[in-house]
């Protein structure tokens, strides 16, 4: 199996360049954003409890996504490899990843961190806002808030896989070809 996570702060493009390379390297992918989304979708007791936390930039607490991580992963024995998109957002769900992938004898393989400038997050999750109907999209105080979080809890999340020496940190602005190809040629060194 080959794992791999794409990390980086709200806005930086995980969602668009994981599209990328899940096409090339079919990996298994699993955007806990996503998850979440669908179980507000679904008005679920998860999906309501998440929808209020996330409108206002924070966090969904660890066990309710790692319980979700977990069934997803026990959903796909098939999996040749999972791209990890929106998670681990902190330490403790990143404990919680390595056992879960021990289980399976696995582990993760690389960490790809993107790099972009507050001013450009704020301005792409703005615009996605005016056309995605993302309701943490639409307000600059929100957008900052999830910023904030970001450096909070989930800078922690590098500083844990920094110790394996699995983090290799990628300029996430320029054209999405661009990016996809720094990321290309991490993950084929690797892969
Ligand atoms: P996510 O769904 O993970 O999404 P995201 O952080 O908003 O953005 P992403 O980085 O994927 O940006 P994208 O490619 O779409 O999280 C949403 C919320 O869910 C969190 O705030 C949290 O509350 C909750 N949550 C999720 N996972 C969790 C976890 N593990 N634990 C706890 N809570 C969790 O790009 C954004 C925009 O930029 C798009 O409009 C795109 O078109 C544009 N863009 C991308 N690349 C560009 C480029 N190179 N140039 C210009 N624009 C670009």
Avoid: W
Avoid at 19 to 27: K, T
């Amino acid at each position: 199996m080959f794992n791999l996570i794409l990390f980086g702060p709200p806005g930086s493009g995980k969602g668009t360049q994981s599209e990328n390379i899940i096409a090339a390297y079919g990996l298994q992918h699993l955007s806990t954003g996503n998850l979440l989304r669908t179980e507000i979708t679904n008005q679920t007791t998860l999906g309501l409890e998440a929808k209020r936390l996330m409108d206002q930039g924070q966090l969904v607490p660890d066990q309710v996504v790692i319980g979700m991580v977990g069934n997803f992963i026990d959903a796909h024995p098939e999996a040749k490899g999972f791209l990890f998109d929106g998670f681990p957002r902190t330490t403790a769900q990143c404990v919680a990843l390595d056992a879960l992938l021990k289980e399976k004898a696995s582990e993760i393989n690389i960490v790809l961190a993107l790099e972009v400038s507050e001013e450009e997050l704020v301005k792409r999750l703005l615009g996605r806002g005016a056309t995605s109907g993302r309701s943490d999209d639409i307000n600059e105080d929100i957008i900052r808030a999830r910023i904030k979080e970001y450096h909070d809890k989930t800078t922690a999340v590098a500083t844990y896989y920094a110790q394996f020496n699995k983090v290799v940190h990628v300029k996430g602005e320029g054209t999405i070809e661009s990016i996809y190809a720094d990321l290309k040629k991490e993950i084929d060194e690797r892969i």
